[in-house]
């Protein structure tokens, strides 16, 4: 399997545009997270997933965050619009199950700049 | 609340030297925990996880973790360093009730020849 692909790589972007962020989960995987991973706050859950559902979106930091899984294969992370203080490395994952009995596989990550 | 805490923001070891990372969890029952790896530019990598029986459980790369509930710890060992060790350990916390896995700020492992 190609395991869980990402992107854009690296994304560097003006405040006020419009990011989208991609991923790719492993096929058979029913469950998908969205991660932020930043130097002061380290990693934090976003979002997740289970069989193309938002389950908890709880840690979405505010309503210019959104995501979407609109097929078992395919899921999106959108800011809009984006600030400065989004700049990080934002890493989706899935699993078979819950993460309790499976394990997260991770993508290499979409680094955003944003200026 | 459910916390996750790594003491050690930055480690140093010589290769060949012995390795501990430490983990503490704050939670009210048993937690499901994990060990995750990430080299640099890379997503993370499960080490090895602990969810009940055997305290000492061994993982990928010659790591091993031994789960404390004493002590709310669960403390990463290898007992000699290789130079491709070097990297940024996470411990994380699987909740119960949720599927929510709750990560630590992470230890990053420079490592000497």
């Known amino acids: 399997d190609a395991g869980v692909i990402q992107s854009p790589r690296h994304e560097v972007t003006e405040m006020g545009q419009e990011v989208t962020l991609r991923c790719k989960p492993i096929s058979g995987h029913d469950y998908l997270f969205w991660y932020r991973q930043t130097m002061m706050r380290g990693l934090e859950l976003l979002i997740y997933?289970?069989?193309?559902?938002?389950?908890?979106d709880s840690g979405m930091p505010e309503d210019r965050f959104s995501a979407k899984m609109p097929n078992a294969s395919f899921s999106t992370l959108k800011i809009q619009p984006s600030e400065p203080r989004d700049s990080a490395v934002y890493f989706c994952?899935?699993?078979?199950?819950?993460?309790?009995?499976?394990?997260?596989?991770f993508g290499e990550g979409s680094r955003l700049t944003v200026l | 609340a459910q916390s996750v805490t790594q003491p050690d923001i930055h480690i140093t070891v010589s290769e060949g030297a012995s390795l501990e990372l430490r983990c503490n969890y704050s939670y009210g029952a048993t937690p499901y925990l994990f060990w995750y790896v990430q080299s640099p530019g890379q997503g993370l990598q499960l080490l090895l996880k602990y969810f009940s029986g055997d305290t000492l459980v061994q993982g990928i790369k010659g790591f091993e973790a031994e789960f404390k509930r004493s002590q709310s710890s669960f403390n990463l060992r290898k007992p000699s360093v290789h130079w491709s060790d070097a990297a940024e350990y996470f411990c994380?916390?699987?909740?119960?009730?949720?599927?929510?896995?709750?990560f630590g700020t992470g230890t990053r492992l420079q490592v000497f020849p």
């Open positions: 994952a899935s699993s078979f199950r819950s993460h309790n009995t499976g394990e997260l596989f």
């Open positions: 994380a916390v699987g909740l119960y009730n949720t599927d929510k896995l709750i």
């Open positions: 997933f289970n069989n193309n559902v938002p389950i908890d």
